[in-house]
Nanobody, 125 residues
Framework: QVQLVESGGGLVQTGGSLRLSCAAS????????MGWFRQAPGKERAFVAA????????RYNDSVKGRFTISRDNAKNTVYLQMNSLKPEDTAVYYC??????????????????WGQGTQVTVSS
């Protein structure tokens, strides 16, 4: 069984930065692709970014490209989402997700097998 725990969310002003972390336990991350998704109030959960098992390939939603960076440290079983130049529209609950035993990342939440509990990010205007 895999457990994912996100941290690093909080309240920040427009233009500020936050770094989210997702720590995995129960199984190493090293063979699994990881993703970040977010859900704003009244909206469906949406893809933010994803990274393959090695960290060599990343994907981003166009709305965060150039502002957010996903990375991973397999030795620490942790995936990160560095968020810069935050905007009020980035306000959401952010979830990390893992594709168990699959090294290639995906845009689609249905292709992820494990999810964290989420961490709130609020960007004030």
């Amino acid at each position: 069984q895999v457990q994912l725990v996100e941290s690093g969310g909080g309240l920040v002003q427009t233009g500020g930065s936050l770094r989210l972390s997702c720590a995995a336990s129960g199984r190493t991350l090293s063979s699994s692709a990881m993703g970040w998704f977010r859900q704003a109030p009244g909206k469906e959960r949406a893809f933010v970014a994803a990274i393959d098992w090695s960290g060599s390939t990343t994907r981003y939603n166009d709305s965060v490209k150039g502002r957010f960076t996903i990375s991973r440290d397999n030795a620490k079983n942790t995936v990160y989402l560095q968020m810069n130049s935050l905007k009020p529209e980035d306000t959401a609950v952010y979830y990390c997700a893992l594709r168990h035993g699959v090294g290639v990342s995906s845009w689609f939440e249905t292709e992820y097998h494990y999810w964290g509990q989420g961490t709130q990010v609020t960007v004030s205007s």
